[in-house]
C-alpha cells in the first residue's frame, strides 16, 4: 500500500494528450514539492520532473507537472510510442520522516 | 559526466547475506547524498534511506532496520548497501540514487543501472 495514490494503468494513442494522478495528504503532496520519474522498461527510473513542474535538461516541453492542495498530476501531450513506460509520483513525507513514492502508472500507447 | 555504476547480479541462499557497491563518477562524491530504492518484481518503487557521504551517517526508513546497513569508502567513492539474513522476499533490484537537495525540496537526479538480487534455495 502506497503512502502516494496513482492508477494503475493510463493510455492513449499517438499524439494525443493523457495525464497521471498522483494523490497524497497534508503531510507529503500538502507541504512539499513533487517529482515525477519515468521507467522505461527494464532500465533505471530517470528524473522526469522535479519541484512540482520543472523539467531537467534533455526532457522534452511535452511533459508537464502541476500540484494543487494535496494532489499532483503529470500531463503528457503529443503522445509517443516511446513514452510507454512506467511513471512515479515521489514527495516528502513530513511525517514518516523520508521520502514517499506512489505505486506507479503503467502507460500504455495503443 | 555523471555516473552511478552498480555491481552485477547476485544469487544468494537465505540465511545468508549480500553487499551491492555503487561507484560514482563525474562529481564530488561527498557533495551528495546517496539514496537506496529498492523494487520487488513487478512492484513500485520503495524508498530504503539514505546515508549522509559526508559523515558516513546513514538513515533507515521504515521497513529497513537492522538486516539492512548502508555504508561508504570515500577513497574510492562508492557506496554500498549490504544486507544479512536475507530472505526470499528480499528479492528485487537494488538501485543507489543522488539526492540533488535545494533548499528545502530534494530529488533524486541520478540513478544507478540497478543490482538484482535472487535469494533462493
Known amino acids: 500500500q502506497s503512502v502516494l495514490t496513482q492508477p494503475p494503468s493510463a493510455s492513449g494513442t499517438p499524439g494525443q494528450r493523457v495525464t497521471i494522478s498522483c494523490s497524497g495528504s497534508s503531510s507529503n503532496i500538502g507541504s512539499n514539492t513533487v517529482n515525477w520519474y519515468q521507467q522505461l522498461p527494464g532500465t533505471a527510473p530517470k528524473l522526469l520532473i522535479y519541484s512540482n513542474n520543472q523539467r531537467p535538461s534533455g526532457v522534452p516541453d511535452r511533459f508537464s507537472g502541476s500540484k494543487s492542495g494535496t494532489s499532483a498530476s503529470l500531463a503528457i501531450s503529443g503522445l509517443q510510442s516511446e513514452d510507454e513506460a512506467d511513471y512515479y509520483c515521489a514527495a516528502w513525507d513530513d511525517s514518516l520522516n523520508g521520502q514517499v513514492f506512489g505505486g506507479g502508472t503503467k502507460l500504455t500507447v495503443l | ?121
Open chain 2, 1 to 121: 559526466q555523471v555516473q552511478l555504476v552498480q555491481s552485477g547480479s547476485e544469487l544468494k541462499k537465505p540465511g545468508a547475506s549480500v553487499k551491492v557497491s555503487c561507484k560514482a563518477s563525474g562529481y564530488t562524491f561527498t557533495s551528495y547524498a546517496m539514496n537506496w530504492v529498492r523494487q520487488a518484481p513487478g512492484q513500485g518503487l520503495e524508498w530504503m534511506g539514505w546515508i549522509n557521504t559526508n559523515t558516513g551517517n546513514p538513515t533507515y526508513a521504515q521497513g529497513f532496520t537492522g538486516r539492512f546497513v548502508f555504508s561508504l569508502d570515500t577513497s574510492v567513492s562508492t557506496a554500498y548497501l549490504q544486507i544479512s539474513s536475507l530472505k526470499a522476499e528480499d528479492t528485487a533490484v537494488y538501485y543507489c540514487a543522488r539526492d540533488l537537495v535545494v533548499g528545502e525540496e530534494n530529488y533524486f537526479d541520478y540513478w544507478g543501472q540497478g543490482t538484482l538480487v535472487t535469494v533462493s534455495s
